[in-house]
Structures are given as C-alpha cells and as structure tokens.
C-alpha cells in the first residue's frame, strides 16, 4: 500500500504512465479515506500483484521514510519503457543501463509522490 497524495493523479501515473489497469476502487467517506488498486492484470485473479494506492482525505503528501526502497517491476525492454514514460510525462530518474558490476538492465523512475519504481529488463 502507499500512501498518496492525489489518488486521480497517482492513477493517471499507474495506469497512463506505466500501463498498468486500474482494477477497482472504494470510497469510505464516513472514514475518510478512498482506495484505488492497480495492477498489471484485469481484474482478480489469484496470484495477481496489486498496488493499493490510498487517499487519506485532506492529507496531500507525506514523508516516505528511510524503511522504502522501491518496488520492482519486470519489463521486457528498460530503454523502451523509459522512451514511452517519458513521453508519457513520465519522471525517469535513473536511465536504462546496466547495473553497476553486472549486466542486469535496469531502470527507475519516480511517481507523483515520490515513491521509487525500478524497472528490471527481463
């Protein structure tokens, strides 16, 4: 789960920006917060990676702490998903290459909030 400080915005990056689905949300306004998941399937299957995104009402950034590192995403090609993020509007902030001491390709890129994304060409 992370914490968001603009769950239209973090949906747009998640599905617009990386490609993912939006799965499903829901909104408990007596408790002040909505929940939107993403993920890269469609819809809920078993065994189905999910990214809950949470909107605590009022609340419009955080701290992300030194507990985060990133999350990992698999892709087929790094220097083609880094093209598409940005000219998504994406934030690339670590360009496709190879990892320092092997030859693992890696990227990252950042979410509106902050939050790490490594991309690991598989």
Not at 33 to 38: R, T
Not at 62 to 85: L, M, N, P, Q
Not at 94 to 100: I, P, Y
Request: proline share 2%; with cysteine; glycine share 12%.
């Amino acid at each position: 789960m992370l914490r968001v400080g603009n769950l239209t915005r973090s949906v747009d990056f998640y599905t617009k920006v990386l490609g993912m689905n939006l799965l499903r949300t829901t909104e408990r306004p007596d408790q002040k917060y909505s929940l939107a998941f993403v993920g890269f399937g469609k819809g809920n299957a078993d065994g189905q990676v999910e990214i809950e995104l949470t909107y605590n009402h009022g609340v419009d950034s955080y701290e992300i702490g030194t507990a985060y590192g990133h999350i990992a995403i698999s892709v087929a090609d790094a220097y083609a998903a880094c093209e598409k993020i940005k000219a998504s509007g994406g934030n690339v902030t670590r360009e496709a290459g190879a990892v320092m001491g092997g030859d693992t390709i890696i990227a990252f890129v950042t979410d509106p909030d902050g939050y790490k994304i490594e991309l690991i060409q598989r």
